[in-house]
């Protein structure tokens, strides 16, 4: 058996000695299970891809694929995901905060339990400030209340796949993929594998606050059309407040006409009210029109530079020939150009 460990990158220059260690130690290569780590270089700006390259030259299970620029890190997973070999597939982040030596574990009980997927969930979050605990913990909890399909609590994209789920996820034509969302979409057999999360390693975080908002929005506003039956909700609750107040105004003017002489607050927030609820139905309709925009562009959701150490096939020959020439049939029109300094697949 072949399991490949994704580990998207960017930036992480001052980590990745210390991650690959960690991941060579926890995951040795035995009769029975072999691996093969696909770090995806997501336009690093820093020495991410010359200390990459470097552990390529020293081992063979070392895989590099590497993306035309900074496209984040959702389509560096998406990336991941295509390219990887393994019946299995075990996708870690590589700032260490995901610890590498649960990984074992994880695979263990996604054999013994018959699952297709083993989720990490994250009984602690060490290192992190109480605001970003929490707002990270109401995201969640809103996601799951909007989706159609129920979302794990406290999760990220720390979780071992089968090759059942991988086929499957490459298969899916989203340009904007929310990867655990799509993940927990497709069914099968999930179950949560509790541990506890450790400070980043080293360097910044790179989930800016802003990067944070652009994860959830994509969450919310590609995975579920709740949004618009609230928006819709809203709508309703302002026609039934207008006909109220039409009928008020209505009985006053033939009952008491000097008393709508009166009414200059009720007339402000009146117009607050009913301005909130159209802008905010249009800010609503807005997100999803501009999600069609980039949907119907159908432009690739990440492009590959080159890929390095795709030619030596050392682990690849546990896989199946009939899997290795389906995945070496992606088509470099849209995925990737061929680099004639590197071997590529």
Sequence with gaps: MLVSVIVPCFNEEKVLQDTYRRLSAALPDGEDVQHEFVFVDDGSTDNTLAILMHLATSDGRVNIVKLSRNFGHQP???????YCHGDLAAIIDADLQDPPEVIPDMVAQLSATGSNVVYGVRTKRKGETLFKRAACSLFYRILSRLSDVPQPV???????????IIDLFNQLEERNKYVRGLISWMGFKQTPFYYER???????PKYTLKKLFGLASTGIF??????????????????AVGLVLSFWILFNKLL??????????SLIL?????GGVQLLTIGILGQYIGSLFDETKKRPEFIVDRTINYASGQVRDAVPQARLSRQRRVPTAFFGTNDPLFPHS
Excluded at 76 to 82: D, E, L, T
Aim: zero cysteines; proline letters at 5%; a positive charge.
């Design 270 to 274: 009146m117009i607050i009210y009913f």
């Design 222 to 239: 590609y995975f579920s059309k709740k949004p618009l039956q609230i928006s819709t909700g809203f709508g309703f609750l302002s026609v």
């Design 198 to 204: 450790d400070p980043r390693y080293a360097g910044i």
């Design 76 to 82: 560096a997973v998406s990336a991941g995901i295509r």
């Design 256 to 265: 008491n006409p000097t008393y709508l002489i009166s009414g200059w607050t």
């Design 154 to 164: 406290n999760t990220g994209d720390f979780r071992v796949i089968d090759r059942r």
